[in-house]
């Protein structure tokens, strides 16, 4: 007797491509934040973000020793140029070395970075090019805000919907994830000087609202400084720097820049 031939019958080979992952880069604006700027560099999650850049921004103090020690990229020359040539220059570094998508924190704490993937979500889904973070939408927070910032942050969030034309509930946050795409539209300029101090976050934020590209915010936690950590919870100064923030959505709104 014969056995019976054995047929195998073999699987069809079907290959999966795996979507790759969005490359996200975290960038920490820092000026004089000694030891502040670890804390925020160690909360950053690191399953959501592969690199943590942190733009020194000419401290005379230990924020670049600080910022290393806890595993983040330092990037700076050594000058003041402001924050928002400090945000510019970790975008440069996000689009020269390949990344998809960067998250701003502030490299003073008020932001918390575990918060993170709340920010990156909407991206993630296809939903949004730039995501920014509200106290102020049901399910956001803020601890210890001084009654000053509550007024300012308030009434600067409504000169600027009324500015742009679009409403938004908290213009004033920084705490934002931004897909690099959002820059292919040569209509949004970064790379223009008059931005390089306050200026750049709301300009950013208007013109995205203008444009109609995807802009969605998310409730997040703002938190101030302790009382007893004794540090200042700005280094905004009255006037001049409130002028910064507001040059933007004047400018504009009216059509005087780009
Ligand atoms: N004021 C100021 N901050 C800078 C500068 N360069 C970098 N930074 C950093 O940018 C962030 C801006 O902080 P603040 O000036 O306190 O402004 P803020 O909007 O009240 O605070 P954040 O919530 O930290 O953005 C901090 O992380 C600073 O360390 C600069 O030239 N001036
Ligand atoms: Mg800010």
Redesign the pocket.
């Known amino acids: 007797m014969t056995s019976p031939v054995k047929v195998q019958i073999e699987k069809p080979f079907v290959q999966t491509e795996a979507k790759p992952q969005p490359r996200v880069l975290c960038i920490?604006?820092?000026?004089?934040?000694g030891e502040r700027i670890k804390r925020v560099v160690e909360a950053v999650p690191q399953d959501c973000v592969e690199t943590t850049v942190v733009?020194d921004?000419g401290s005379v103090d230990s924020t670049s020793a600080y910022a290393e020690a806890a595993g983040a990229l330092v990037l700076g020359d050594g000058n003041?140029?402001?924050?928002g040539a400090?945000i510019r220059r970790g975008i440069d570094y996000a689009m020269t070395n390949g990344y998809d998508i960067v998250v701003v924190v502030?490299?003073?704490g008020?932001?918390p970075p575990e918060q993170i993937p709340r920010l990156l979500a909407p991206i993630l889904q296809g939903e949004a090019e730039l995501v920014q973070g509200s106290r102020y939408k049901a399910g956001g927070e803020f601890l210890r805000m001084p009654w000053r910032r509550k007024f300012g942050t308030r009434g600067y969030t409504l000169l600027f919907s009324l500015f742009c034309g679009r409403r938004v509930t908290d213009a004033s946050s920084?705490f934002r994830a931004i897909k690099l795409s959002l820059f292919e539209d040569q209509r949004i300029n970064l790379w223009q000087d008059w931005l390089d101090?306050y200026e750049l976050e709301p300009y950013l934020l208007f013109k995205a609202l203008r444009l109609r590209h995807q802009v969605v915010e998310v409730p997040v936690t703002i938190e101030y400084p302790q009382e007893d950590d004794g540090i200042a919870?700005?280094?905004?100064r009255a006037l001049v720097d409130w002028w910064k923030i507001f040059r933007p959505i004047l400018f504009l709104g009216l059509g005087l820049k780009k």
């Open positions: 920490a604006p820092a000026w004089n934040e733009v921004d003041n140029h402001g924050v400090a502030s490299g003073g008020k932001t920084g101090r919870y700005t280094k905004m």
